[in-house]
T-cell receptor, first 112, second 114 residues
Framework: EDKVVQSPLSLVVHEGDTVTLNCSYE??????LLWYKQEKKAPTFLFML????IEKKSGRLSSILDKKELFSILNITATQTGDSAIYLC????????????FGTGTRLQVTL | NAGVTQTPKFQVLKTGQSMTLQCAQD?????MSWYRQDPGMGLRLIHY???????DQGEVPNGYNVSRSTTEDFPLRLLSAAPSQTSVYFC?????????????FGNGTRLTVT
């Protein structure tokens, strides 16, 4: 059974801090790893990673995948209160045709 | 461009009642899916469809039915609601499953079963 574990479960930081969110996984045939941000409603897509060592970057957010050690990190630099959200990690397994397995998420709160 | 639209936003049911959660997308996505989100459990796949006329079970399909008569619509039916089905339900779509292209989510339906 595919498994995704995220850590920490929750995190409180001050505005301006840098945070690192972790996602480790166990899948039979890895296809992709995705990061989503969930504020009050729908999760919104951040990154899709398929290759090790290639950093994806969007503004203050970046992410990288390590397929040997089976984990990914999501970095947020110079955090802002608008970054407060639940960050979800999901992995796709080629053997389970179109099914993503999600982790339980990391709840990030950024305070002034 | 509306994206993925779910109705209703909120619903309260009594045990044993049935209802249909509606989902429509206007992006011409072949792949559509239903997830439920519960505290501490993450998002769990209920049912999915890779195209009109094709549906399949996900991780937690019991108590739910789906159909896909058109590309745009993917309703989720609760046959006989139970308190264990109290949850937030998300519909999501993409071009080719969640593996190769990111899922686009609706805003969710919060369902309470008493």
């Amino acid at each position: 059974e595919d498994k995704v574990v995220q850590s920490p479960l929750s995190l409180v930081v001050h505005e301006g801090d840098t945070v690192t969110l972790n996602c480790s996984y166990e899948v039979t045939n890895f296809r992709s790893l995705l990061w989503y941000k969930q504020e009050k409603k729908a999760p919104t897509f951040l990154f899709m990673l398929t290759s090790s060592g290639i950093e994806k970057k969007s503004g203050r957010l970046s992410s990288i995948l390590d397929k040997k050690e089976l984990f990914s990190i999501l970095n947020i630099t110079a955090t802002q209160t608008g970054d407060s959200a639940i960050y979800l990690c999901a992995v796709g397994d080629t053997g389970t045709a179109s099914k993503l397995t999600f982790g339980t998420g990391t709840r990030l709160q950024v305070t002034l | 461009n509306a994206g993925v639209t779910q109705t209703p936003k909120f619903q309260v049911l009594k045990t044993g009642q049935s209802m249909t959660l509606q989902c429509a997308q206007d992006m011409n996505h072949e792949y559509m899916s239903w997830y439920r989100q519960d505290p501490g459990m993450g998002l769990r796949l209920i049912h999915y469809s890779v195209g009109a006329g094709i549906t399949d079970q996900g991780e937690v399909p019991n108590g739910y039915n789906v159909s896909r008569s058109t590309t745009e619509d993917f309703p989720l039916r609760l046959l006989s609601a139970a308190p264990s089905q109290t949850s937030v339900y998300f519909c999501a779509s993409s071009y080719s499953g969640g593996l190769n292209s990111p899922l686009h989510f609706g805003n969710g339906t919060r369902l309470t079963v008493t």
